[in-house]
């Protein structure tokens, strides 16, 4: 199963909000990925944590904040936005070896409008 | 730094027919990772296929082959039998090991259409 779930699908905020993506794996990986993907374009990546820790922070401004409570579960907490911030968010997910077949699995993603 | 180029931003092909899309590639490091994603308009990633630097043969999974050139840095996908559901974004991409994790450099991506 490569399965990565992400909730919710669709996300409407004002610039004043706060909220929050998530993202979910149960295939054993132990490393869980944010991207940002503006239309017409290639993902982004954002961060990057690697057996719950944060290893790679792409100088993602500070209105996004992730959190990896557990090594299933990925959260990018979202605050004081911008309409500039209206994108397609990826999560992903590898088994964290980072050579080999060692392939990133994504989710379906959520639409974030920021208005 | 790795860089990723393709080169068609979009290609419209009949189906059934066999199609070709180009992927060249840049980076000093001797050890590497090539991947093609397929990207529907639902928006969810799909890995389809994957090939290493040392690997001997090109890699193919079901209709997917992978037409790799180690000396001209290219790493073309092919698909055979195109189908109506093939109609998508795809992007090849290159791994970046950092610290056990891996970063994926992306090429600017081809849109494929398939007409029946």
């Known amino acids: 199963d490569t399965e990565v779930t992400q909730t919710p699908k669709h996300l409407v905020m004002g610039m004043t909000n706060k909220k929050s993506l998530k993202c979910e794996q149960h295939m054993g990986h132990r490393a869980m990925y944010w991207y940002k993907q503006k239309a017409k374009k290639p993902p982004e990546l954002m961060f990057v944590?690697?057996?719950?820790?944060?290893?790679i922070n792409e100088s993602v401004p500070s209105r996004f904040s992730p959190e990896c409570p557990n090594s299933s579960l990925l959260n990018l907490h979202l605050h004081a936005l911008q309409p500039e911030d209206s994108a397609l968010y990826l999560c992903?997910?590898?088994?964290?070896?980072?050579?080999?077949?060692?392939?990133?699995?994504f989710g379906p993603g959520t639409r974030l409008t920021v208005l | 730094a790795q860089k990723i180029t393709q080169t068609q931003p979009g290609m419209f092909v009949q189906e059934k027919e066999a199609v070709t899309l180009d992927c060249t590639y840049d980076t000093s490091d001797p050890s590497y990772g090539l991947f093609w994603y397929k990207q529907p308009s639902s928006g969810e990633m799909i890995f389809l296929i994957y090939q290493g630097s040392y690997d001997q043969q090109n890699a193919t999974e079901g209709r997917y082959s992978l037409n790799f050139q180690k000396a001209r840095k290219s790493a073309n996908l092919v698909i055979s039998a195109s189908q109506l559901g093939d109609s998508a974004m795809y992007f090849c991409a290159m791994r970046e090991s950092l610290q056990g994790a891996q970063k994926l450099v992306f090429g600017q991506g081809t849109r494929l259409t398939i007409n029946p």
């Open positions: 944590y690697s057996y719950e820790k944060l290893s």
């Open positions: 992903a997910s590898s088994q964290a070896r980072g050579f080999g077949t060692d392939t990133q699995y």
